[in-house]
């Protein structure tokens, strides 16, 4: 009995000393090349890409004999890309939809998708400059640099800064030049 509580308190022992020997905080560095990897391309996944064509079918799997469950049919939508299998991309819509999609249809221009309604597009990063214009629930924009909290966008000719909680496409942590 007493191996036994000895073999227990030497577990508890190592497991604090591996607690007090984690550092509080996570390097920036260290944290972004531990992201997972895409197996074909190497580029971070998930990452996020728009639609290339004006139509493109979405499989149940990686290959032409996988049936198709529906079609996307809005050029320049944003995609997020959750994994990869030789010249198949596995994609979600803003809405969680997705599937297999062949990435020729795919782009690395990024767009993102307006999620609020009448949403204002600011001309500075601060919600106490002008609106350049207020943009439609669904509207697709391009994307142009982010900081933490904001992103500069281009939609129909306007461009200005909308705060990263009103858009999809962007990760809440990405920082854009």
Known sequence: MFAMRRKSLLGKAIALM???????????????????????????????????ASKANVRRGPSLTHRIDWV????????????????WRRVRD??????WVHYSLLSGARTVI????????NMRPDT?????????????????ECGPDWCRLNAAG???WAQKADIWGVDPEEIRD
């Open 72 to 87: 996307f049919t809005r050029k320049g939508m944003p995609l997020e890309i959750t994994a990869e299998f030789s010249n």
């Open 128 to 144: 106490n400059t002008p609106t350049v214009a207020q943009l439609e629930l669904g509207v697709i924009a391009r994307l142009g």
């Open 94 to 99: 803003i809405d969680g939809f997705g599937g």
């Open 158 to 160: 306007y461009k200005g």
């Open 18 to 52: 591996l607690v007090i020997a984690t550092p509080a905080f996570a390097d920036p560095e260290q944290e972004s090349s531990s992201k997972e990897r895409g197996s074909v391309t190497n580029l971070p996944v998930p990452r996020y890409v728009s639609l290339k």
């Open 114 to 121: 307006v999620g609020k309604d009448m949403m204002p597009l």
